[in-house]
């Protein structure tokens, strides 16, 4: 049977145009079944596990309802986190970009409510929020309820577990009886079936089934390192490991265009495999790679799926895969015909998360590979080098280049040596480049040894932590939400029992201190100021 593709989707070619600029080649499996079922209107239980593509999978069919000449709000999504909230929001906007006359708005706690009053008045279609924020609104009559025909709990079961049932029920029962209902849940516990029961009407399940998981005998490492630095991790790991041939994954076709151009600009021979290519196209790259004329093959999940060469040594997983099932088809284009293989992941920040449900999922605990020095790689290098040599000088005919040394130095008027000759042989063949060491940060956040700042960071204090359940990523988004500064510039975040200092860049520390005063982070209310002004 045929994959679906977007294409065969019944949605706008507006939509269909945003999703391909997207990078998205096909639909998941829970999209695919998904939204069809929910664009004919029925209600529907999707059970799938977080990243798997459920966020298109309702986005999709919520754009394609909405009618742009209403200004009223017509539908709403319910998520756990500020965090998801944002997140939904985002993809809802990468989506509808075609579209003209639909407006989005994430409605969260820890965000003054004012700034979201404002935007409401303004006429918002769709609202991304939080039951807590949800429920305020409909009190103080800033979100209408009204005109809702399409109401989604994302992450529902999250949301259970957190307390949130009656603030569910109290939203559900605001909203016209003639809506229509979607849930998705990675589970589905028993509070999850009453709910459905009790507000939904004659409900399609859709679960994803995975496939049974064959993960080969493969090495599998991760390596911590920044979006920046890839492409150099990349490059050393190749040259320290040297596989006959490897595969390097990326999620989008023009992440791969891009990553070919670098490679071939530092002179691997490397060339793409996605979705854009034409049967012949792709064709003429296998027969390429299969023959040894390029040795690296850079890929997206949807074309991976023709690569069947026993001889591929190593995976790199330059961008982690949406899915966990891709994880195991990525991995397992290694380890074929009993051989052993080796695979790479590359990991940073909140991507750790991710990394721990792919474990989860494949039952493989993936291993922390450092990244590979300078002096790794020069070593690598001259020991094949000297490899090559000694391989040359077994099969012997050096008569002639003999020849050529002996005249050399009865000519040259500098005495050298045949070591001298040799160590010039090898820095013409393996070149001399001094290249800087990868300096790494941590990822994410809550371990810095001491009390040092990092150059060009202030360090602040704030009157909250762990014991008011309070996680870096609370501090994270309180900063990056209220300053407007974004998340990747913020510092060491360290957390204890009463209290938590983070680093902001120096010449944003007096815009964080003024915005900061007087918000709620969690409910509690804080206050910040300058550590070293913060007398213990």
């Not at 935007?119 to 609202?127: A, H, M, W, Y």
């Not at 050096?398 to 000759?421: A, N």
């Amino acid at each position: 049977m045929d994959k679906i593709k977007f294409e065969d989707l019944p949605i706008s070619n507006e939509i269909k145009k945003a999703v391909i600029e997207m990078g998205f080649e096909e639909p998941s499996p829970i999209q695919a079944q998904s939204i069809p079922v929910i664009l004919s209107g029925k209600d529907i239980i999707g059970q799938a596990q977080t990243g798997t593509g459920k966020t298109a999978a309702f986005s999709i069919p919520i754009l394609e309802m909405i009618d742009p000449s209403n200004k009223n709000l017509q539908a709403v999504v319910l998520c756990p986190t500020r965090e998801l909230a944002i997140q939904v929001s985002t993809e809802i906007r990468k989506i509808g970009k075609y579209l003209h006359g639909i407006k989005a708005l994430p409605i969260y706690g820890g965000q003054p409510i004012d700034r979201q009053i404002k935007s409401l008045k303004g006429g918002v279609q769709i609202v991304i929020g939080t039951p807590g924020r949800v429920i305020d609104h409909i009190n103080r009559k800033t979100l209408k309820m009204n005109d809702v025909k399409m109401i989604i709990l994302d992450e529902a079961d999250e949301m259970l577990d957190m307390g949130f049932r009656e603030d569910i029920e109290t939203i559900l029962s605001k909203t016209p009886e003639d809506r229509q209902t979607t849930f998705f849940s990675a589970t589905m516990p028993k509070g999850i079936l009453d709910l459905t029961k009790k507000y939904q009407k004659d409900p399609e399940h859709i679960k994803v089934v995975r496939k049974e998981l064959t993960v080969p005998n493969i090495k599998q490492y991760y390596i911590e390192t920044r979006a920046i630095n890839k492409l150099e991790v990349l490059s050393r790991l190749i040259d320290v490991y040297n596989p006959k041939l490897s595969v390097v994954f990326t999620n989008t076709k023009k992440g791969a265009d891009e990553l070919v151009s670098e490679l071939q600009a530092r002179g691997y021979f490397a060339d793409a495999l996605h979705g854009d290519l034409k049967q012949t196209q792709r064709d003429i790259v296998m027969d390429k790679f299969r023959n040894g004329t390029i040795d690296i093959l850079v890929a997206t999940d949807v074309a991976a799926r023709g690569i069947d060469v026993d001889d591929v040594e190593a995976v790199f997983n330059y961008d982690l895969p949406q899915d966990e099932e891709y994880y195991v088809h990525r991995i397992g284009r290694t380890g074929r015909a009993g051989r052993e293989g080796i695979s790479f992941s590359f990991v940073f920040g909140k991507e750790m998360r991710k990394m721990r449900d792919i474990e989860r999922y494949t039952k493989t605990k993936l291993v922390k590979h450092d990244i590979p020095s300078v002096a790794d790689v020069e070593e690598k290098k001259v020991k094949a080098f000297f490899e090559e040599i000694e391989n040359t000088m077994k099969e012997g005919n050096l008569t002639k280049q003999l020849q050529w040394i002996e005249r050399f130095l009865e000519e040259s008027d500098i005495e050298y040596g045949v070591v001298d000759i040799a160590a010039a042989l090898l820095k013409l063949s393996l070149g001399d480049e001094k290249k800087e060491e990868i300096i790494e940060e941590p990822s994410r956040r809550n371990n810095s040894k001491g009390n040092a700042t990092r150059e060009g960071m202030v360090r602040l204090f704030i009157n909250v932590g762990r014991k008011q359940r309070i996680q870096a990523k609370d501090i994270l988004g309180a900063i990056a939400g209220e300053v407007g500064i974004p998340g990747k510039v913020i510092g060491t975040i360290d957390i204890y029992d009463k209290y938590t200092f983070v680093e902001v860049p120096k010449q944003n520390a007096k815009k964080v201190l003024e915005k900061m005063k007087n918000i709620k982070i969690k409910g509690n209310k804080i206050n910040i100021e300058q550590a070293n002004k913060k007398k213990k």
